[in-house]
């Protein structure tokens, strides 16, 4: 929980569009949908094939007979968003990290994962989970850190073994012109919302860049991948020592400079896209909801001391 | 869960005296305790140390902080129970069987389990589970079986690594005087309550008995450790072709003889004795506790055709 | 060993028509087979290739080049089935279940196993197993179990991975015209040779059945198979507490019911089948050899008690 | 490799006192040793019985035959530090992290493992690892780091097994007096070396802290020994998104609080001790040996943007 | 099994006095043992609890109420083998390489193990089998090895875990006087029973032996307590390319030397002391029997050429 | 290391026409290659794709832009040959096995390994593996040794799963004309470079061979594949007593008989033909290299002693 910066830290720009229901926008023959309705629309958004073996996406929590006219998108469930959807009157939240993917055999509420159980289950609050399923989808976290760094020709970095040729984990494409590193770096940071810890960067600031790679989240086991792609710069997050070390030892002439990323701002990003592609689904379905984005920041970390 | 026979079929015999609080009971120094104070008094009685490695027990479901007025004993955390256990008022429903032995990803109410856990959790019930601890502790399910089928001298089957000498799964122990095989099976017969399966014997009706193993529920592990003890019949549960089979031809002489009961109806008969005894250890704690046994029949199976 | 029931308990449907030979029947062109030769005809009626990949098929005991003039069936190849075929003049017994299924380093006598492998090779009997492949195959245990509840339309259940559509384990079908469950169960019944322990049935007796899924043995490992296919009722043995109760808990509007018979009684009932089936295919290949089925009762259990 | 900023951004504080030979040091009766001799005070400094099972320690490259003069210790085997080693005359390069720790098939100069192999081979160098050894001992990494914070009554973290009980992972110890947990993050900020990505910190500024636990580079694994020390604050590095959320999830009162630093600054202020304890050894033991450390940076990052 | 050379090739040494049965030898008072008997006195001379794990030894083949008056030893239970032990009548065959090392699910004469089975038990011979636990025992074949090269203050190479420190596989010993190498490999070569292959020597002729350490059978895993022991030369069989180039290689000054004979004829030796023990301790439990040694050579190979 | 006999023992036949390069040979247009350039002949010749996958093949030790004049082919990188190719020159190592087959964490020249590791690179030789992969291409060992033994119509004994119908473990083959057993030994015998250890044979002298399977170094797994082609006898290398015994035991009227050849003379006798192959691939190249084989006899064994 980082401590102290729910009110004031949260930036402008975690306010977002969807984040407030515009009124006059129900229609009298809109109905309000189940959460068995809803779970239709997310699966048609993000398709739990997608997901890789080892997660686990879905409904955790909930009744799927309950109506659910309040959805809240956020990236972890940690107690702090589920008592801020529950205080706002969400009948569902969706996040993008499991509370559960470490299987349980109780949710007693003696640790933090069941007393969240708890709350969202008194509050009749359920919870859904869009995880490595939205990672590969299309319009998903990886194509919406592509668009957002302008990159165009996008291929995935590792393409879904059973989906479409555009679906899969993390995205390589080109700018439309090349830039400095620094350049680059910079455009990625103004990007992001904006957290404690800062955009780290490895490389020459004045190389250039073209060919870019992204993956939101943890991104390390996608190195030979990048390699393989010729790409010059790779933005991702949680990088640690010995992957960063030796990618860099093992970079020809410099390249893939490395940019490490937050890895709550890189798939915060899609929060918006995501709510908003929701609410448009539940509408073709005949369904009105409202759809926001949690103002919480769940990055870890609260203030860095630098050079 | 056994369809219609929740009224009509529980045989009297499924209501105890602790079934009923008794009017008078409650002392005015006495308090209520919250649930962390009378898991307290759990782990006294059957301690987490004495479950087997594979086993999760304790709490699954509640909030350690709230109050416990009404506890409710079963075998089984079926929907049917816990459905019954919150029209009474229950706060606290432990079971012999943990609702959540494979653990989960998701309790969302799609499936039965996610189900009991919504339906506990909207009803402010808690739900904590004493099993491999409760079968292997003193007093526990073996020795509340060797009780009632008379046995003395009784030791452990399967002596409890870290426990005491006394504790263990299982138990071996001497009749009082032989009995003929039918004879005893009677006894066993009419100590356990009526399920729709009956008891099935497997030997001599007139062979003689006078050193008897019991455990109750699946007991088909313990095979090695009957012959070893030189028991003249083995008293256990979920007995199938294979492992009866095999234990028949290697019998010697015939024994151990094999007496395959209800694994609900062996395990059922511990409950009055385990509600005794927790509402004895929390009044010597200072809390006045009403506790109570489920009258629901969990047992699988409805009717029978016999021969 | 069922003790005692050998003489006394065997019902009258365990002697079948090919239990005797028919004086007339040989024919002058006919030959007696080698074990090798009837292993052919073993081959075609149950290819080992349709066994499971944990099993074990074939020949046990024997060798090829011997004549077989009398071949018996059984379910178990206990001492008794062993001793009662080899005093008969037997020189073939085959049988569904393996002796030998848990690999051996030994067949000293000093076990029930050795004992049977001693009390084979010394009478110079063969042994000869047809088990997963049997239960496979068309023909096999599980058709005849349709056959015999009068079920059309029948699919495997689990299909078999290499063999033709109509192989697999276990089969659903329907009824030709719906029954109450108690009337379905009293056909089970009525069809399964007698044994002590009866049939249970899980279920409300009046429920109506049209669509059965059927299993011999232990069918504990299929239900989901049994769900996807919406089967009415599942008839199947060896059901313990926890996977019927989950099943139970499972079920949707109580369906599918359960049956569960005796493990041996649902196998008995293919062994008359085989021996005709053996019996032709030996013939069309120019043998005659008498062909007839035990009448050793080997479920384990002697007698019951029921409410 | 940190591209362009050997020359520049290596602070002053990498040049340490043991860095250059100081004239005047050599006594006539100091003998030069072999690598063999180093070998035996590396393992009376560092016991190769203290490392981890999953580690590898010791000679990785040389002959143990032959002539030490020059020592040079760094954290990382780049190739940047073996060629600025050799081109320095350097007979030993002694680093933290093993080149070898994934075990290779081949050492053809055909990756930056197999180059750096070649390098020192060619040159005459010899490469000894001190990694989890270092950690643990008396005087090792987390010592050194328990030290610069100035803490008291210091004891490992997770005590090594078969070694002293001052012997293990990690340190936690006291405050002189209780700091403001910004004051508590300036004052590591400033014993580091400085480095692109800064100090991390998550937590309350005005928290305040008294009781420290550390462990130098990655430590995430350590949660749950940090949370019995009940220390205030955790130093370590490499803390990913998933493992910091969850501790401070599972923070109460939001203790402990997290200082992330960089993985390399963190085992770099072990090398300026580990040279002089070395020296100290060996002139002990009769020899005269240049020590000195490395002046390069070989954290992965090159700069930062932070809001 | 060796063409041809069983009436020929076999050496007059396989003749040992314990072949032939001696008149007289047989006192009125004593009685013929059952295999049951036989067996105590086995586990006496080569307890099981000396085998080890991975092995399977004891009896086989037989019934234990049988009445043993013949026993013959061999090194292998091959066909050849058996068929001579049957035609003499023998009782009981001990083998020291087990029949049914790799466990089996068939013993149907369709392969030579289901042939050497059917053989042996319509014959009414036994079969045991005295392997690791012989190689291990005191007297057994490692101590016999050490005893017929001469060795003195012999201690085992691999101590075994559970047994006395006398015993364990392997020895290593002292020569009374050193020898060359050449004249060590005479030695060896004359105590051998003579077989096709050989004996093969690597090392220098003139090097000298002193201390010698011995494993009858494939001792490729001991060439780390060979050099732990500092042996000179190593005598075993079985040595492969790899192991013996790579022990070549390690070798300090040489040394150890190898000496590689064949597998039969090392284990061969000490079936005589083996059918002498045997024989004594049977007697002193008062009984009497036959006891000889197989005069079939079952080493594999028939000729050799050589430079 | 074969003691003392390198200078004597080795046989004319060591020494082949490609050991030394003929003068003249080389013309004005051809280049020296690169190691590099020298990896895409090995490569084409013995494709990496062909190796076992527990195997490694391809570049162990060497700089790939270093030019390489002087290639010297052997069996095995013992010291004694690494030395000896030093010594005369050589630019690059091939041999047939790997020196780092199992991995390594350390290349110190603490063990043989680490010495040839250093003495390589200390003297600019590289070392290239071509393992598995020169067993099963076309013109590799097992073609090598069917070309000498006369086969035609060659087969490869365990086909190549992902290569050409011709690749693969093995070749079984037809001799022109039936040869007694005896015989063929002779030509095996004749056709091997002469080791110590000779040539062993199991079989009938007299017995006739016409199909023959051959496989360098061990090929004790293929015994199936041996059976399955119906050869009459079997050439390998390395059969241990229990392998072999069984395999004379499985035998049907004695065939396959098997000669048992050195591990190191049988796959000697491919390097020759794979010098004169790489010569000819480098030249088609535009390459001109001295090629030659190792006069150095690594078979481990020095003398033998025989009946």
Redesign the interface.
């Known amino acids: ?4 910066n729910t009110s004031t830290a949260a930036p402008a720009r975690f306010d977002t569009e969807t984040g407030e229901p515009e009124s006059g926008q129900i229609e009298a023959v809109l109905s309000t949908p189940t959460l068995g309705q809803v779970l239709i629309a997310v699966e048609e958004l993000w398709p739990a094939s997608l997901a890789e073996e080892w997660d ?1 996406v ?7 007979e309950r109506e659910v006219k309040r959805i809240m998108f956020a990236v ?1 469930p ?2 702090e968003v589920v008592a801020d959807a529950v205080s706002r009157g969400t009948d569902l939240l969706i996040t993008h ?2 509370l ?2 470490r ?10 994962k069941g007393e969240a ?2 709350l969202l ?2 509050s009749g609050c ?1 919870l859904v989970t869009a995880h490595t399923n939205a990672d590969s989808a299309i319009g998903g976290v990886s194509d919406v850190l592509a668009d957002i760094f302008g990159l165009t020709q996008t291929q995935p970095l590792a393409p879904s073994k059973d989906g479409l040729p555009e679906e899969g984990i993390g995205r390589v494409g080109m700018l439309p012109e090349p830039l400095q590193l ?1 350049e680059f ?2 455009r990625v ?1 103004s990007a992001m919302p ?12 004045a ?1 250039i860049v073209r060919k870019v790679a992204v993956c939101g ?2 991104g390390d086991s996608l190195f030979d991948a990048v390699r393989a792609a010729e790409a010059d710069v790779y933005v991702t ?6 992957p ?2 030796e ?5 020809l002439n ?1 390249k893939p400079y ?1 940019i ?1 990323v ?3 701002a890189s798939e915060w990003l899609w929060l918006p896209t995501a709510a908003d592609a929701l609410k448009n689904v539940l509408h073709d379905l005949g369904h009105d909801v409202e759809v926001g984005v949690s103002a919480i920041n ?10």
Chains 1, 2, 3, 4, 5, 6 share one sequence.
């Open positions: 929980m980082a401590s102290g686990t879905g409904p955790v929590v909930g009744r799927p972890d940690t107690l990290h499991p559960l993917l299987p349980v055999n109780s949710v007693a509420a003696t640790g933090f159980v708890h289950i008194e359920a620094h770096a910079s940071f904006s957290v404690a810890g800062g955009v780290r960067v490895a490389g020459d600031r190389g989240g943890a997050a949680d990088l640690r020592h010995h960063a070390s990618a860099r030892e093992a970079a410099g490395l490490d937050s890895h709550f769940t990055d870890p970390w609260d203030f860095i001391l630098t050079p």
